[in-house]
């Protein structure tokens, strides 16, 4: 017994201050995830039923479903994917295998992209605004129309995953760049010496031992953005749309949006509360399930590659 | 009689920046035998070997003087194309390098590149390069399996297998046993020896044994200089100069 206590005691020192704190850290962060997934789960789990998930929103928040908000989501995630993943890939090869690290261009390109990171999201909504609502979106108007009817120049579902897109850009295109700097240059140089030019190194050796790394980067990104309400404010999405988006300039609901609805523009406080719950609890399980792939392919990529490995 | 000689390089000077690697090597390789390449580390052996498939100019600021010639013509004359010249020279490096794919298509990569689609000759050419490094029997049940479930032996033996595919006419080795236990590299120097017949190979090696057993002519390389070359019994026997005789001494006691 005094033996135990002794070691334990032996294993505290030997772990020090900052190891105690950090485990202490670790596991006051796994509780308070715990915390807010039992809470999710005890309040919202009750109300999910058939109705909810697949019912068509009402105009009072707290009656009716969420499948528009539900679509809307899906939709908005799917064409930022279609717009960020293609662009930010691009990007991402052009920085690891094409842009010179001393040219003045590619340091403030980077500088760039590292600031876009550090923006708050609601910034980008701003953005979103001026830039596609109103700069695109009246110059198209201007060159589609005569007189310029109002067609582009309103918030749409093009314009809000055109925003969330660029929020995304910047970790795609870092996690791009760093998947293809992981590919050993011995590879490479194996595949020059075969005689491949440089492009068919680039597309039969770099992107096939990135691509792992790519996708969990990309999931990652979609994975956050998913759940993002700031940059879709002002540029799509809305408290009510009782059709389901089908055209670019369509507004259209998101779950994220919909928790704020409820909590905010509805009459029956009461009902409305489980609502939320259940609303966020199907948003959480969304984005989880994305993070959760994202990080599981993360784990399978980080196991050390025995490329060359002796013996 | 004397074989042709398949390389001949003539005061290659080669740099990095202002560090000076080669400093005018002079050296002929006869066609269809074994040059071993040895010296200290840093002395420019992987450099001399890099000369010889063009490598050299993957790597920002090296600079390359002096003449290659492969079958009498220079291989840095302005029309002559790298690429050309690496899909007749190969070469192996001292970590084996499989590609993150299947046995089989590591073998015929180098096929995959020259645009050949057929399947028969893609298959021929594999068993043809499998038989050659003595790993088809190890691995003709599972061709499709990844070559990364290989051991570092039988990686290497594929590395050697997937220069071959591409019927080379110089294979080039870079300490290809350095990373291997003696029984793998004993079945690597068997392959080699067999090679011979029908390629020319210039090998670096770390091994004063593996030289002397293995090659039919020797250069010794010093700080980027060639000390001296010739067959490989009179270096080891009767080297005529100082720094060869310290070195091979050096090494053996
Ligand atoms: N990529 C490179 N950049 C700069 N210097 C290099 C590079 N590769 C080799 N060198 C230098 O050239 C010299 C010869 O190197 P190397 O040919 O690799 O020698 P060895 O193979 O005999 O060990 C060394 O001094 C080394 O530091
Ligand atoms: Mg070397």
């Given at each position: 017994?005094k ?6 005691l ?31 789960f ?15 929103s009402?105009?009072e928040?707290?009656?009716?479903g ?26 991402g090869i ?28 609601v ?36 314009w ?13 295109i ?19 010496a ?13 992107l ?23 940059p ?43 609502l939320?719950f ?31 490995k002796?013996? | ?52 498939n ?33 899909k ?6 001292q ?10 298509e590591?073998v015929?990569f ?24 003595a790993l088809?029997?190890?691995?003709k ?14 990686q ?10 591409v ?33 020319t190979?210039?090998w ?14 020797v ?21 005529k ?13």
């Amino acid at each position: 017994m005094k033996g135990l206590r002794h070691r334990l005691l032996a294993a505290l020192v030997q772990i020090g201050p900052t190891g105690i704190l950090g485990a202490l850290s670790t596991l006051l962060l796994i509780a308070m995830l715990g915390g807010i997934i039992a809470i999710l789960f005890l309040q919202g789990f009750p109300a999910l039923s058939i109705n909810f998930i697949f019912g068509r929103s009402s105009l009072e928040p707290s009656e009716g479903g969420i499948f528009n908000a539900l679509v809307g989501t899906a939709l908005l995630t799917l064409l930022m994917t279609a717009a960020a993943l293609p662009l930010g890939v691009a990007t991402g090869i052009y920085f690891a295998e094409y842009a010179k690290p001393q040219s003045k261009l590619t340091k403030i390109l980077r500088v760039a992209i590292e600031s876009l990171a550090g923006i708050p999201s609601v910034v980008y909504g701003l953005f979103g605004l001026g830039f596609f609502v109103l700069f695109v979106g009246k110059s198209l108007d201007a060159l589609l129309s005569e007189p310029p009817l109002v067609v582009w120049a309103k918030p749409g579902i093009l314009w809000s995953s055109l925003t969330l897109a660029v929020l995304t850009l910047p970790v795609v295109i870092v996690s791009t760049e760093e998947a293809i700097r992981r590919v050993s240059q011995e590879l490479r140089q194996a595949a020059y010496a075969l005689g491949a030019t440089r492009l068919q190194v680039l597309l039969w050796v770099v992107l096939p031992g990135a691509r792992a790394g790519i996708g969990t980067g990309a999931v990652l990104a979609i994975g956050r953005a998913a759940g993002e309400v700031a940059p879709i404010l002002f540029t799509g999405a809305a408290n009510h749309v009782a059709e389901l988006p089908r055209h670019p300039t369509d507004m259209h609901m998101h779950l994220a949006y919909h928790v704020y609805a409820l909590a905010t523009q509805s009459a029956d406080v009461e009902s409305a509360k489980k609502l939320i719950f259940a609303t966020s609890l199907v948003l959480v399980t969304i984005t989880m399930l994305l993070t959760g792939i994202g990080s599981l392919l993360r784990a399978k990529n980080k196991q050390p590659e025995n490329h060359g490995k002796a013996i | 009689m004397e074989k042709p000689f398949k390389i001949q390089v003539e005061s290659l000077s080669v740099r990095y920046g202002a560090r000076i690697a080669l400093d005018s090597v002079s050296l002929d390789i006869p066609e269809r035998s074994i040059t071993a390449l040895i010296g200290p580390s840093g002395c420019g052996k992987s450099t001399f070997l890099r000369s010889i498939n063009r490598m050299n100019e993957l790597i920002e600021n090296c600079r390359v003087e002096g003449q290659v010639r492969l079958d009498g013509i220079d291989i840095y004359h302005p029309q002559v194309d790298p690429i050309e010249i690496r899909k007749r020279v190969g070469m192996v490096f001292q970590r084996s390098t499989c590609f993150a794919t299947s046995i089989f298509e590591n073998v015929v990569f180098g096929l995959r590149l020259r645009g050949e689609r057929s399947r028969d000759v893609l298959e021929a050419a594999c068993e043809e390069a499998l038989r050659k490094t003595a790993l088809w029997d190890e691995v003709k049940d599972r061709l499709r399996a990844p070559a990364q479930g290989l051991s570092g032996g039988q990686q290497q033996r594929l590395c050697i297998a997937r220069a071959l595919a591409v019927r080379p006419e110089v294979l080039l080795l870079d300490e290809p046993t350095s990373a291997l236990d003696p029984i793998a590299t004993s079945r690597i120097e068997e392959v080699i020896r067999e090679l011979a017949s029908e390629c020319t190979i210039v090998w670096v090696t770390h091994s004063m044994q593996q030289a002397k057993r293995m090659s039919d002519q020797v250069a010794f390389f010093h700080m980027g200089k060639l000390v001296e070359a010739g067959k490989t019994q009179e270096i080891f026997e009767s080297p005529k100069h100082e720094l060869t005789l310290n070195y091979l001494r050096g090494v053996f006691g």
